[in-house]
């Protein structure tokens, strides 16, 4: 074979077998991270310190945590993007039932029952119960606390545990931090909660105590998917590769190793201890005067189209807009909104983002409200005005829009101004499908501090200036247009 063939014979080899190994190289690094460049989405409830929870202190929007740091590590290996969300402990199941999310960690046990509603992955964590009381209670074994209320968390496996326990009135509420302030109040005399986390709020309220009792049955924390989910394996699959190379137990150490937290003393407590935090708190101005703006815009629109509807000649039209009130005033606005925020992906397949969710429902629910107190306000308004105008030959949209609908608006301006008023308190509700409102972020701050009461007043007195501002800004438009006329 001549020497250049040979040359040629060579290089094409070379460039073959380099080749081979690239596509062989690309192929491992595919199977290591089969998702590369997808998003994954997990729910979480960010007031479970030290598992998920928000440093406010820093001013960083960000949720950290024992369990955040092993998604990080997860999604990280297997090459994907990682999205955290924000609920409530009860909204999480629901989330992944409405496919809102790809998977769930929050310290959550793999009871039977929540097994037929999503799938699990092996256990990474295990922790114990508690019974947490007030010091000098007795409260130290299930038995003690015969005749006594005691509070969970609703959904929880604490509120599975207490429900064995003969003679007591199970309480069940969404947070942890609202379950220890009833014990503080006396309102419930124990709690059931996971010894991780008492730890935190004992060492924050001195007044408090807490026993270890052990567990009828296996517990431990897992990841939650939704139902038929091809993501078990592969997270099974990384986490006993955690477990093996020790990183978990670095993860426990530094999450665990010393939660015990200092004590309050009386130069850092109360409103003290929150004063880091209160520009996170402050900062949900911003969010909840957008929801109130958009809501009473779009609910006062919607509100007169459905006022009109119901003073029409034309009946489907009445007989609509008087069902779609008896509707949306006889039932709860939290109902609605739930139903509106996790029906939606079901029936539609889009994920709503939450603050477009609450909009819409203040917006359905604020406009069956509004309908009546406007169509209240066009027959207050002389008659003889549309007939003056319908004998001057002035049509009907003219009419109502140039004479009878300003003079009502100017009428009701007073029950508008209320309206407004309680869409701006009741838009607090918005933080059960986690909208970073004022109020969510107090309930975050008293998560991450292991106090309530104080970041509650504070975000009461950010609602309460809101209110004051709104009312004597109502004020002073209705004696502007008293004396326009």
Do not use: H
Not at 67 to 73: G, N
Not at 240 to 256: P, V, Y
Not at 299 to 325: D, E, H, M, Q, R
């Amino acid at each position: 074979m001549p020497r250049k063939k040979r040359l040629l014979f060579a290089l094409l080899l070379s460039t073959a077998l380099f080749v081979s190994l690239c596509f062989g190289w690309v192929n491992e690094l595919v199977a290591q991270q089969p998702y590369a460049g997808k998003k994954l989405v997990m729910v979480t409830s960010a007031d479970y310190p030290p598992y998920e929870f928000r440093d406010t202190a820093t001013g960083k929007d960000e949720i950290i945590g024992f369990d955040v740091d092993i998604a990080k590590y997860i999604t990280k290996e297997l090459g994907f993007e990682l999205e955290i969300r924000d609920t409530d402990f009860s909204g999480i199941i629901p989330a992944l039932q409405s496919r809102r999310a790809d998977f769930a960690m929050a310290g959550m046990t793999p009871t039977p029952e929540r097994r037929k509603n999503v799938d699990f992955s092996d256990i990474y964590y295990e922790a114990k119960n508690t019974i947490v009381a007030k010091k000098g209670s007795n409260l130290t074994k299930t038995v003690d606390l015969a005749g006594k209320k005691v509070g969970v968390q609703l959904g929880s496996l604490q509120e599975k545990e207490a429900k064995k326990f003969k003679g007591v009135t199970i309480v069940p509420l969404n947070r942890i931090a609202e379950i220890i302030q009833e014990v503080k109040s006396g309102r419930i005399q124990a709690a059931i909660i996971e010894d991780t986390i008492a730890r935190g709020f004992i060492a924050n309220n001195p007044d408090l105590e807490f026993n270890t009792i052990p567990n009828t049955e296996a517990a431990g924390s897992a990841i939650a998917f939704p139902k038929g989910s091809n993501l078990v394996g592969d997270f099974n699959r990384v986490l006993k590769q955690l477990q093996d190379s020790g990183e978990m137990k670095n993860l426990i150490n530094k999450w665990f190793g010393n939660n015990e937290q200092p004590a309050n003393n009386t130069a850092n407590s109360g409103f003290g201890q929150i004063a880091a935090s209160i520009p996170f708190i402050i900062d949900g101005i911003r969010i909840t005067l957008l929801f109130t703006a958009l809501s009473a815009f779009f609910g006062f629109i919607w509100g007169t189209i459905l006022s009109l509807f119901k003073i029409s000649t034309f009946k489907p039209l009445v007989w609509f807009a008087n069902a779609y009130t008896s509707i949306f005033r006889g039932t709860p606005l939290l109902l609605q909104i739930a139903l509106v925020y996790y029906a939606t992906p079901q029936l539609t397949g889009f994920d709503i983002p939450a603050l477009l969710a609450g909009v819409i429902t203040f917006t359905l629910n604020s406009g069956a409200y509004i309908s009546e107190t406007i169509r209240g306000g066009i027959l207050a308004v002389d008659k003889g005005q549309r007939e003056a105008a319908l004998s001057l030959g002035i049509a009907y949209k003219p009419m109502m829009l140039d004479i009878i609908l300003p003079q009502a608006i100017k009428n009701i301006l007073p029950a508008l101004v209320n309206e407004s008023i309680a869409l701006l308190k009741d838009s607090a509700l918005v933080s059960t499908i986690g909208v970073a409102d004022i109020l969510r972020r107090a309930q975050i701050v008293g998560a991450e501090k292991y106090i309530y009461f104080e970041p509650l007043i504070f975000a009461g007195l950010i609602y309460y200036l809101l209110v004051i501002s709104l009312t004597w800004g109502g004020y002073a438009l209705e004696r502007r247009l008293q004396r326009s006329t």
